[in-house]
Structure formats: structure tokens, C-alpha cells
Nanobody, 119 residues
């Protein structure tokens, strides 16, 4: 069983920054692509950014200039640095990972971490 635990959410003023973390844990697993999605109130969940094991990244185009995804392979942890946040980016941010465990491919979502952008 693989678990994802997010941290780093909270409240920030417009224009502020936050860094989210997501650590994968379990036994005998190999995490492949990891990433972040978000879901604002009343809206569908949307992709923020993903990163592969070799460091290749993919962002929603509108976020690329302000957000940065990174990864620590040894720690099985993915990070999301968010700059110049706006109130419209208030959402629950979810970590996602594709992984191999016991020879089987699977995927997992974290429980989500709330980000609130408000003055």
C-alpha cells in the first residue's frame, strides 16, 4: 500500500507564496510520475503540474510562469512552489502519484491540503 501525505497548505495574502510538499510512503514501491492537481469550490479538479522520475515537467500553461514543481527521488517527495497567488487560486491541492508495487501498476491520491488566498 502506498500513501501520500501532503503538507504546507494554509492561508496567504494575495501576491504571496507557498510551498507544498507531498511524501510517498509504503513498502517496496517505485513512484513514477508525481504531481499536483487542485479543486476550487464548485469547480472540477484540474491539473497543476506533474514531474517524471527523470525530471521532465508538464504544467498547465497559465501557471508555468509562477509555479515550480520539483522532486527529491531519494525522499520520494514532490514539491510545488507557488508564487504570486491570487484569490481565485483558493482550492484544495491534491498530490497524485503513479507507482509500481508488487509488480503491479497503480495510482494514488493524497487527502488534499487547503490553500486559501485572501486579504
Amino acid at each position: 500500500q502506498v500513501q501520500l501525505v501532503e503538507s504546507g497548505g494554509g492561508s496567504v495574502q494575495p501576491g504571496g507564496s507557498l510551498t507544498l510538499s507531498c511524501k510517498a510512503s509504503g513498502t517496496k514501491f517505485l513512484a513514477y510520475e508525481m504531481g499536483w492537481h487542485r479543486q476550487a469550490p464548485g469547480k472540477q479538479r484540474e491539473l497543476v503540474a506533474v514531474i517524471s522520475r527523470n525530471g521532465a515537467t508538464n504544467y498547465t500553461d497559465s501557471l508555468k510562469a509562477r509555479f515550480a514543481i520539483s522532486r527529491d527521488l531519494a525522499a520520494d517527495t514532490v514539491y510545488l512552489r507557488m508564487n504570486s497567488l491570487t484569490p481565485e487560486e483558493t482550492a484544495v491541492y491534491y498530490c497524485h502519484a503513479d507507482f509500481l508495487v508488487d509488480g503491479r501498476l497503480g495510482d494514488m491520491w493524497g487527502q488534499g491540503t487547503q490553500v486559501t488566498v485572501s486579504s
